[in-house]
């Protein structure tokens, strides 16, 4: 293929993913597109474009602040939504790479699957959950966000495919080995989609040594056989347990799904029920927890018969209908604690 022009660096990309990935890949050229049509980038593909908007985006920003098992913790070396974020980008890709799929998809749904959580993780989530009209699900608010808030409603016009992964990235999973693939889904989702359990997962396990929560020999035994006593060799060893589960994929086999071998699969969901039992459930966990519920409740009441208080950036002419559900969901946990401050504790008097 002949290319001299500039114009033509998107067309040789695309060409390159024509010839490098698997038939089960979604070709940026082949994107069902997005809801406004746009110019096509001289340069980048319609999903690495996707991935820089995610990236240069508010909600992507406001992740460093937004944590999942710890709340604003002291310790430099604790993961925030964002490590966390990140690192499930660097897991899917590695797998997208091996499977021969379209790894500027699925970092960009990787970057953009977290953008709608809540402050204080799950506690946060399941107060909003029984607050909101309609109930409250991250994965569907990341999706809002995407579509809708960010860029003073104007969205992000992603493309169809990426918009599809954010959403289905999660849904109130019981196990990993749950069914990966939604009706309409990509495989590129259902990497995201694993590696996001992969990622969480051994963070946590991670954290929760650091906080002193558990020790490294607490991890049940069969778990430690079947994965790696060690944090990257059991990150190392459920990903090479993927890509050799789903080494149909690279080989474009029609029905071929993103997968798990059944041992690592049972090891894994004896990892998380560890995890609920020993961390998640734990009592000064659960009282952090009871606490975020209690402040983002009383968040919501306040704003709930006080909406003109939404600060005015949500409420700009002509910009998007924030509801009091969009503008709680959206703060970070130490924008929630300041305002849950401000509003309800006493100031000391000064003059
Ligand atoms: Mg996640």
New binding site residues.
């Given amino acids: 293929m002949e290319l001299t022009e500039f114009d033509s660096v998107r067309s040789r990309t695309e060409h390159e993913e024509q010839e490098r990935l698997s038939p089960c890949a979604v070709l940026s050229s082949q994107s069902r597109g997005r809801r406004l049509p746009e110019q096509p980038s001289p340069v980048r593909t319609e999903f690495s474009r996707d991935r820089d908007r995610i990236l240069h985006s508010k909600a992507f920003r406001r992740l460093k602040y937004k944590t999942q098992v710890f709340f604003s913790p002291a310790g430099d070396h604790y993961r925030t939504?964002l490590s966390?974020?990140l690192e499930?980008a660097q897991i899917a890709r590695t797998i997208a790479r091996a499977l021969r799929l379209n790894e500027d998809l699925t970092e960009a749904i990787a970057l953009g699957?977290?953008v709608g959580?809540a402050p204080f993780g799950h506690a946060g989530e399941q107060a909003l959950d029984a607050l909101c009209a309609g109930g409250f699900v991250h994965s569907q608010q990341s999706l809002r966000v995407v579509d809708l808030l960010e860029r003073d409603g104007a969205g992000l016009n992603l493309t169809w495919e990426v918009r599809d992964g954010i959403a289905y990235?999660?849904k109130h999973q019981e196990s990993v080995s749950q069914p990966l693939v939604s009706a309409t889904g990509t495989l590129e989702g259902a990497v995201v989609r694993m590696s996001?359990a992969i990622?969480?997962l051994n963070a946590d396990i991670d954290d929760a040594v650091r906080a002193g929560l558990i020790a490294l020999d607490d991890v049940p035994a069969t778990a430690v056989r079947a994965l790696g006593r060690e944090h990257g060799e059991r990150i190392d060893t459920m990903v090479n347990g993927i890509i050799h589960a789903s080494w149909g994929i690279a080989q474009g086999s029609p029905d071929a799904r993103v997968a798990m071998e059944q041992p690592l699969l049972d090891a894994t969901d004896a990892l998380r029920e560890f995890m609920f039992s020993r961390v998640y459930k734990h009592p000064s966990v659960e009282r952090e927890a009871e606490k975020a519920r209690m402040v983002v409740s009383q968040l919501y009441a306040y704003f709930d018969e006080n909406e003109d208080e939404l600060e005015n950036e949500m409420r700009r002419e002509g910009g998007p209908d924030w509801t009091v559900c969009d503008y709680i969901s959206g703060m970070t946990d130490r924008y929630a604690t300041r305002a849950f401050e401000r509003l309800f504790t006493p100031r000391p008097w000064t003059y």
């Fill in positions: 939504r966390h974020t499930v699957h977290d959580h990235h999660s996001d990622a969480y």
